[in-house]
């Protein structure tokens, strides 16, 4: 079996997959402070609870959008699985054309999520990755990665408003019921949340005419985008696990 990994800013999104069927799936803090043996002893747990030995993975593969924590994470698959993970990084193959102008600077993350689009979607294509920043991507109708946008997450920019300002206090990401609302609070998820699903709505649009496809099929990975999903119109399909299927699917590539 092969063992993902996608370490994010917020969580470590992992999973275990036998050829293509994801077995099972599981989330860590990211936490810059823990050690090898800490994350280490997490999965045991983990795998053990749902009947797992260490020793079924045959294989790692890893993501980060988070440099400090690498050396960590990669001592601990030598520790624990007795073996280096494959990182997804400049120089490894990925099967599709990246029209970026500087490939280097394409975050792992994002290249997983274009990889899984082309073979699960094909295109014209939209991905939406809603994490600590909410990444875009487009496949155009020959499969090739053209490039997006990269925009402040929902959690972030509530945050962003509340530590910005003395007297606005904090508040759930709850959508109120009318977009004209009648408490601070409410006043706050209204702009909020439905400021930022506009946000998206309008991108998907611009992302649409540029492609020259109007009717471009948009995927949604990432914890927040249920809250878009919800809006009629937006989002055609929630695969909450694609960034995990394009490690899967680059392992297979480059092993």
């Known amino acids: 079996m092969i063992l993902t990994m ?11 997959f036998d050829g293509t069927e994801m077995k099972q799936y599981w989330r860590l803090s990211t936490s810059k402070s823990s050690t090898s043996d800490e994350y280490g002893l997490k999965l045991c747990a983990l795998f053990e609870h749902e009947g797992y030995k260490l020793s079924d993975v045959e294989g790692i593969v890893m993501s980060s959008v988070v440099p400090t924590i690498n050396f960590t994470l990669e001592h601990m698959c030598k520790n624990y699985f007795h073996m280096a993970p494959m990182i997804v990084a400049p120089g490894i193959r990925t099967g599709i054309n990246l ?32 994490g600590t920043a909410t990444t875009f991507g487009a496949i155009d109708a020959d499969g090739a ?43 706050l998820q209204s702009g909020v949340i439905n400021g930022y699903i506009g946000q998206i709505d309008y991108l998907v649009r611009k992302f649409r005419e540029e492609l ?28 909450g696990i694609l960034t995990l299927k394009g490690l899967r699917i680059l392992y297979e590539r480059n092993r």
């Open 6 to 16: 996608d370490v994010g800013n917020t969580n470590i999104k992992t999973a275990l």
């Open 99 to 130: 029209k970026y102008e500087n490939p280097r600077e394409l975050g792992s993350d994002r290249i997983a999520n274009a990889v899984a689009t082309q073979a699960e979607y094909g295109g014209p294509s939209i991905f939406i990755d809603f």
């Open 145 to 187: 990665f053209l490039g997006g946008c990269i925009c402040p997450g929902i959690k972030l920019t509530s945050e962003a408003l509340v530590s910005g300002t003395a007297k606005l206090p904090r508040f759930e990401l709850v959508r109120p019921e009318s977009v004209i609302s009648r408490t601070t609070v409410t006043n």
């Open 212 to 239: 020259k496809a109007p009717d471009a099929l948009v995927v949604a990975t990432g914890g927040m985008a249920v809250i878009v999903a919800e809006e009629n119109g937006i989002i055609d399909k929630l695969d």
